[in-house]
């Protein structure tokens, strides 16, 4: 079965971490780029940050501001979102989406080969 399942998401304070890993099964993440995409409350869809195709390069959206870091481990076909130094605005839903490009920028799924159903993270005192 072809799909991408996240985990990690959680509750946690202000200030606190959380490492968010999304697994691929039916096919090799080597082969696509990948992205982490949020959905806060009431809002639209947001792209976070992504890996280029291979893994070589990583980019972010401006307002990660150095506090989260994307990595892929192709060997176990698992994407990860090391966020530190959460704050309240960081409260989603964060999905993780694999696609054929050389690396993806885009928040709509239907842009995706592959997208995964999401993990939730809030961040409150």
């Known amino acids: 079965q072809v799909q991408l399942v996240e985990s990690g998401g959680g509750l946690i304070q202000p200030g606190g971490s959380l490492r968010l890993s999304c697994v691929a099964s039916?096919?090799?993440?080597?082969?696509?780029?990948m992205s982490w995409v949020r959905q806060a409350p009431g809002k639209g869809l947001e792209w976070v940050s992504g890996i280029y195709k291979g893994g070589y390069d990583t980019t972010y959206a401006d307002f990660v501001e150095g506090r989260f870091t994307v990595s892929i481990d192709n060997a176990k076909n698992t994407l990860y979102l090391q966020m530190n130094d959460l704050k309240p605005e960081d409260t989603a839903v964060y999905h993780c989406g694999a696609c054929s490009g050389y690396v993806c920028y885009d928040t709509r799924p239907s842009q995706y080969g592959y997208w995964g159903q999401g993990t939730q993270v809030t961040v409150s005192s």
């Open positions: 039916g096919f090799a993440t080597q082969n696509y780029a």
